[in-house]
């Protein structure tokens, strides 16, 4: 290349005068390739490989063989060779190879319920099978962080995304129950009459909060009676207890 060489032609035997010709041997340089690594699940191919070149051309072998197509599928720990062609000069080629990452399956997380309507539930992250740790957790958008319990949570379901050492992720949601509180009571009151003790209170259907239910009467305890006799006339509390101890108060008139 960038050398210059002479010709000339003979005719009858007399030589002509030379004429210098440059020769310039285009070599284009290999092709430069962005990464090669892909987290397992999906299926990636030969045109997934970012490759900075004109017209390349991918191979299975370093010299010779015939072109591979950008829809082959990778297959990882194997070694391709790509190529670029300028000015219909085909360039070395770039060995690549391709490794695929293992991707997070699945992560034990432990959630407890809210009691009584509270914010109070918790979410405990455990084993992630798969993938390489350590590990990293964006609980509800909140962006990664190697945390992995979650208090003062609300009943409701939280996105989760795990993401391994390779940058592989796996998403999944958790459930915090919900415990929610009584929240009212059906009340039948017969007034007394006359200044007699002879009034009564009926207990009817709880709104709410999780059967079966109690009630303290006037502060008489907790107990599944439901119909209260001789009462004069008056103001009665009530508190309402439910099966996880969440209770709703209120009063009765009589």
Avoid: K
């Avoid at 045109?47 to 010299?63: C, E, P």
């Amino acid at each position: 290349s960038n050398t210059t060489y002479y010709v000339s032609q003979e005719m009858n035997g007399c030589e002509s005068n030379r004429i210098p010709v440059l020769v310039i041997i285009n070599d284009p340089a290999a092709p430069v390739v962005a990464h090669s690594n892909f987290c397992s699940g999906t299926v990636a191919t030969l045109g997934d490989l970012t490759v900075s070149g004109t017209n390349t051309t991918w191979y299975s072998q370093a010299n010779g063989g015939t072109s591979l197509p950008s829809t082959t599928p990778l297959v990882s720990n194997t070694t391709y060779h790509v190529s670029q062609t300028v000015g219909g000069c085909e360039s070395d080629r770039t060995p690549v190879t391709v490794v695929i990452y293992d991707t997070p399956a699945t992560i034990d997380a432990v959630s407890s319920a809210t009691s009584c309507g509270q914010a109070n539930g918790t979410i405990t992250f455990g084993t992630v099978t798969g993938g390489t740790a350590p590990y990293q957790y964006d609980f509800n958008s909140q962006g990664l962080s190697s945390v992995t319990n979650y208090s003062d949570l609300a009943g409701g379901t939280y996105p989760v995304i795990v993401s391994d050492a390779n940058g592989c992720t796996y998403t999944t949601s958790v459930t915090v129950p919900s415990s929610d509180a009584p929240t009212a009571v059906a009340i039948s009151a017969t007034p007394a009459s006359c200044g007699n003790s002879d009034g009564s209170v009926t207990l009817g259907t709880v709104t709410g909060g999780a059967a079966p239910y109690q009630y303290d009467f006037n502060n008489q305890g907790l107990s599944a009676n439901t119909a209260y006799a001789n009462l004069g006339a008056g103001n009665y509390s009530l508190i309402v207890s439910d099966a996880n101890g969440c209770t709703y108060t209120t009063s009765v008139i009589v």
